[in-house]
């Protein structure tokens, strides 16, 4: 499985980036699609995913209501629309995936089997 996220940039407080995470060497169907951030000097974090069936959407409290889960399973790609941002959504932005990963379980980064490169988010005030 391969994970490439794009997308990220430098913006201005309250403007708007959408992330893409493009996945490879199977269907993501049926499998946790996760978005985690990592800001400098800082554990990694989660940000959003969807469920399994892709039929739930999970937010980390700090964005909820500014950043949006979309996926398009044509193109087996996964979008994390952020908006209205904060110089706090500083960080690399990971997308991942895993095999197994229970419900109670998609906010944790270790449940994840297969990570992406990352890709720069950085906003200014």
């Known amino acids: 499985v391969q994970l490439q996220a794009s997308g990220g940039g430098s913006v201005q407080a309250g403007d708007t980036l959408r992330l893409s995470c493009a996945a490879s060497?199977?269907?993501?169907?049926?499998?946790?699609m996760g978005w985690f951030r990592q800001a400098p000097g800082k554990e990694r974090e989660f940000v959003a995913a969807?469920?399994?069936?892709?039929?739930?959407?999970y937010y980390a409290d700090s964005v909820k209501g500014r950043f949006t889960l979309s996926r398009d399973n044509a193109k087996s790609t996964v979008y994390l629309q952020l908006n209205n941002l904060k110089p706090e959504d500083t960080a690399l932005y990971f997308c991942?995936?895993?095999?197994?990963?229970?419900?109670?379980?998609?906010?944790?980064?270790?449940?994840?089997?297969?990570w992406g490169q990352g890709t720069l988010v950085t906003v200014s005030s």
């Open positions: 991942a995936t895993g095999n197994r990963i229970i419900t109670s379980a998609i906010g944790s980064a270790s449940a994840y089997d297969y």
């Open positions: 060497g199977r269907t993501f169907r049926n499998y946790v």
């Open positions: 969807f469920s399994r069936d892709g039929g739930n959407r």
